[in-house]
């Protein structure tokens, strides 16, 4: 279960969308906490790479915005490869303790830092597609 701490950070970003009548901005919130910008930063930065407001992102957008913002992402995990374990949002922070990663479900990111998933969607048993390191470029 995510700290307290984390939860509060998590509700801002969700004020702040609600403030800017946002939804679908998942990409947005894990943009911010990841690369540690506030949330009107962040869903600027995926504007500028072509995120409609209240719709979705697209894996690429989510990339070119973080480098935009001066970070690069890493692949660390995919469903795809071979031998890969499977994980859910439930055993992933174990085998990611360290570091900042984008975490990506089904329709979903989030953002995972030092072994706290930082979404809603914390302690679920959703699959992990893939896990993207994301480090000062």
Same mark, same amino acid.
């Given at each position: 279960?995510?700290? $307290?701490?984390?939860?509060?950070?998590?509700? &801002?970003?969700?004020?702040?969308?609600?403030?800017?009548? !946002? #939804?679908?901005?998942?990409?947005?919130?894990? /943009?911010?906490?990841?690369?540690?910008?506030? %949330?009107? /930063? $962040?869903?600027?930065?995926?504007?500028? !790479?072509?995120?409609?407001?209240?719709?979705?992102? %697209?894996?690429?957008?989510?990339?070119? &915005?973080? +480098?935009? +913002?001066?970070?690069?992402?890493?692949?660390?995990?995919? %469903?795809? #490869?071979? @031998?890969? !374990?499977?994980?859910? +949002?439930?055993?992933?922070?174990?085998?990611?303790?360290?570091?900042?990663?984008?975490?990506? =479900?089904?329709?979903?990111?989030?953002?995972? =830092? #030092? @072994?706290?998933?930082? #979404?809603?969607? $914390? @302690?679920?048993?959703?699959? =992990?597609? $893939? /896990?993207? !390191?994301?480090?000062?470029?």
């Amino acid at each position: 279960r995510p700290t $307290a701490q984390a939860m509060d950070l998590f509700n &801002a970003l969700k004020r702040a969308s609600i403030r800017k009548n !946002e #939804d679908n901005d998942c990409a947005v919130k894990a /943009v911010a906490i990841a690369t540690r910008q506030s %949330y009107n /930063v $962040a869903h600027t930065a995926l504007a500028m !790479e072509g995120r409609t407001n209240r719709r979705g992102t %697209y894996p690429r957008q989510t990339k070119m &915005a973080t +480098l935009a +913002l001066g970070f690069m992402t890493t692949n660390r995990y995919s %469903y795809r #490869d071979e @031998g890969a !374990e499977g994980f859910t +949002l439930k055993t992933v922070a174990k085998r990611y303790p360290r570091g900042t990663f984008y975490v990506h =479900v089904r329709g979903h990111i989030l953002a995972l =830092v #030092d @072994g706290e998933i930082l #979404d809603w969607t $914390a @302690g679920s048993s959703r699959k =992990v597609l $893939a /896990v993207n !390191e994301v480090s000062p470029a």
